[in-house]
């Protein structure tokens, strides 16, 4: 399976972006799906992630309250809609999925990355 995540970019603080992940190569429909950051400098961390149904989600307390990840599995695709955006958001970002079907907040519980796409949060 292949992962492509698009959707970054720069913005400013306060703005919103919308990223998205798209799969081929085999259906993600009882995978759950996540997304990680990593700023220039510091190690991986967790965002946000969903599990298969859709039905459980998580998020890192960072990013509580402003961003929101969904999936749609006709599109194979998982989003990650990020608001009220700040400097310290910049990362590049990461979707992953996880065979498990969970929403689990550990990397190493996720078998598929993408190549990752950066955003820049300027102040």
């Known amino acids: 399976v292949q992962l492509q995540a698009s959707g970054g970019g720069l913005v400013q603080a306060g703005g919103s972006l919308r990223l998205f992940c798209a799969a081929s190569g085999r259906t993600l429909s009882r995978d759950g799906m996540g997304w990680f950051r990593q700023a220039p400098g510091k190690e991986r961390e967790f965002v946000a992630a969903i599990s298969w149904s859709g039905g459980r989600t998580s998020y890192a307390n960072s990013v509580k309250g402003r961003f929101t990840i969904s999936r749609d599995h006709a599109k194979k695709s998982a989003y990650l809609q990020m608001n009220s955006l700040k400097p310290e958001d910049t990362a590049v970002y990461y979707c992953?999925?996880?065979?498990?079907?969970?929403?689990?907040?550990?990397?190493?519980?996720?078998?598929?990355w993408g190549q990752g796409t950066l955003v820049t949060v300027s102040s």
């Open positions: 992953a999925s996880d065979t498990s079907g969970g929403a689990s907040t550990n990397s190493r519980e996720y078998e598929y």
